[in-house]
């Protein structure tokens, strides 16, 4: 299963160029059919994140899966930073026993404020709770939620289901 073009909305691409993060999360689910109900075999998730370093002008790629990040590095245009994780990734998703099976690939795509994506990466790190703190950063934070939002950065979500196939 592949992805392709998640960047090209308009908003997504003026939001990025205007300094506002794009956080794409990708589920991978593994279903068995079953008589009656499908049962979810297993899953796996992982995210990208895209951003625009306006000092370097560059558009930089983030892969993370589990506790790996991967640093694509930076990339002169939007297409360029989007062909990194469109390109075809093998995830270590399988069948373990005999069965019907498909994938269902789930996608969102989030123009992320940067207290959003401040709050992503410390959920991502383990934080174990609400962070307390200044409510002046309480409002920036939320103020910079709204703004993303009022700009267009909604999110959008993609579904993908594979062709069934068979495991001995």
């Known amino acids: ?23 794409i999360h990708f589920r991978l689910e593994l279903w068995r059919e079953g008589r009656v109900v499908n049962d979810l075999s297993d899953r796996l998730d992982w995210d ?5 370093d ?18 694509f590095g930076g990339f002169e245009t939007i297409t360029s930073a989007e062909a990194q994780f469109d390109a075809p990734f093998r995830v270590p998703l399988r069948a373990t026993r005999s069965g019907r099976y498909y994938y269902n690939l789930v996608v969102d795509v989030q123009s992320l404020s940067e207290s959003d994506l401040d709050a992503s990466l410390q959920w991502l790190r ?7 703190g200044n409510p002046i950063t309480a ?6 939620t ?11 979500e993609y579904q993908l289901k594979s062709g069934r196939f068979v495991v001995p």
């Open 1 to 23: 299963m592949t992805v392709a073009n998640l960047l090209a909305a308009p908003k997504t691409r003026e939001l990025l160029r205007s300094g506002f993060t794009t956080g």
């Open 54 to 71: 306006p000092t370097a002008k560059l558009y930089n790629v983030v892969r993370r899966m589990g506790n790996v990040h991967e640093n």
């Open 139 to 144: 409002l920036r934070s939320g103020l910079g």
């Open 146 to 156: 709204f703004l993303s939002r009022a700009l267009g950065g909604g999110k959008q």
């Open 48 to 52: 990208v994140f895209v951003f625009y």
């Open 126 to 132: 383990g934080s174990s709770g609400p962070v307390k």
